[in-house]
T-cell receptor, first 114, second 112 residues
């Protein structure tokens, strides 16, 4: 059974129209991550939550926000999507925040911007 | 910013062939992870290596961490179509820097 679930799998939105992507986990992991992956590029970390502690990457645009209302759920909000935000968005979890901790990924949400 | 260079970027081979893909950096990593990502899915962890010179085997896959912990290789013996996918390496600097730096990956296609 899937342990990190992302919804929806595919999302189409209009330029400038806010969109929310969701991620849930059944692993009870402390850390939840959001990555952006564009075609033929490495996954790029946007931000992560360590428990309720939010950690933003320095180069993550202000357009991207996140919420973690409880241990199981984490949301990615894009306030005003631009064409350059079209990408696969991956959610991942790990038990602890350490470099040797395996990360468990969801299957991603592919976002298209019209 | 640490960079991980993966090579080759694309590899297309016939079933039964052997192959090696590489992950190189000028930086030292405390640990390095290999993931496989199939089309339309998220990456799945294959292995974590933490000791310089370490070799780990996972069935037909052999992973090696360089002695200086700056590079790693993945060797697949007798490749099968089910091995097709994007192979990503990801390194962690360690200590207070827990974040993973991903390479761009090697896209492997194994033809029947």
């Amino acid at each position: 059974d899937a342990m990190v679930i992302q919804n929806p799998r595919y999302q189409v939105t209009q330029f400038g129209k806010p969109v929310t992507l969701s991620c849930s986990q059944t692993l009870n992991h402390n850390v939840m991550y959001w990555y952006q992956q564009k075609s033929s590029q490495a996954p790029k970390l946007l931000f992560h939550y360590y428990d309720k502690d939010f950690n933003n990457e320095a180069d993550t645009p202000d357009n991207f926000q996140s919420r973690r209302p409880n241990t199981s759920f984490c949301f990615l909000d894009i306030r005003s999507p631009g064409l350059g935000d079209a990408a696969m968005y991956l959610c991942a979890t790990s038990r602890h925040r350490a470099g040797n901790q395996p990360q468990h990924f969801g299957d991603g949400t592919r976002l298209s911007i019209l | 910013t640490q960079l991980l260079e993966q090579s080759p970027q694309f590899l297309s081979i016939q079933e039964g062939e052997n192959l090696t893909v590489y992950c190189n950096s000028s930086s030292v990593f405390s640990s390095l992870q290999w993931y496989r990502q199939e089309p339309g899915e998220g990456p799945v962890l294959l292995v974590t290596v933490v000791t310089g010179g370490e070799v780990k085997k996972l069935k037909r896959l052999t992973f090696q961490f360089g002695d200086a912990r700056k590079d790693s290789s993945l060797h697949i013996t007798a490749a099968q179509p089910g091995d097709t996918g994007l192979y990503l390496c990801a390194g962690a600097e360690g200590g207070s820097n827990y974040k993973l730096t991903f390479g761009k990956g090697t896209l492997l296609t194994v033809n029947p």
